[in-house]
Nanobody, 120 residues
């Protein structure tokens, strides 16, 4: 299984983007999902999390602007990003706990990332 992110791109400051994270093949469920971001030369930064029960948490830098959600029917995790700032520019990566089959173990996977660039 691979996680595939999409939805990144170039946007002006103040604009919005919605990132998606989906499995590359049919799976039973995505239990929890996390979005990270990374810029060249910097450590990977945690952005937002959603756990299996649906509770969400956000980094202070994005709280009130970003929203993480999960569509259990589509087995997809989303990151809605509003009021984007130039400092949000980064590669955004998805990390998720996946159960491939109804009786299978939960395993964690990383996506390859999608570039988000916010111009001033």
């Amino acid at each position: 299984v691979q996680l595939v992110e999409s939805g990144g791109g170039l946007v002006q400051a103040g604009g919005s983007l919605r990132l998606s994270c989906a499995a590359s093949e049919s799976i039973f469920s995505i239990n929890a999902g996390v979005w990270y971001r990374q810029t060249p030369g910097a450590q990977r930064e945690w952005v937002a999390s959603i756990v299996s029960g649906g509770a969400t948490n956000y980094a202070d830098s994005v709280k009130g602007r970003f929203a993480i959600s999960r569509d259990t029917a589509k087995n997809t995790v989303y990151l809605q990003m509003n009021s984007l700032k130039p400092e949000d520019t980064a590669v955004y990566l998805c990390y998720a706990d996946i159960r491939k089959t109804v009786s299978g173990r939960v395993r964690s996977y990383w996506g390859q990332g999608t570039q988000v660039t916010v111009s001033s």
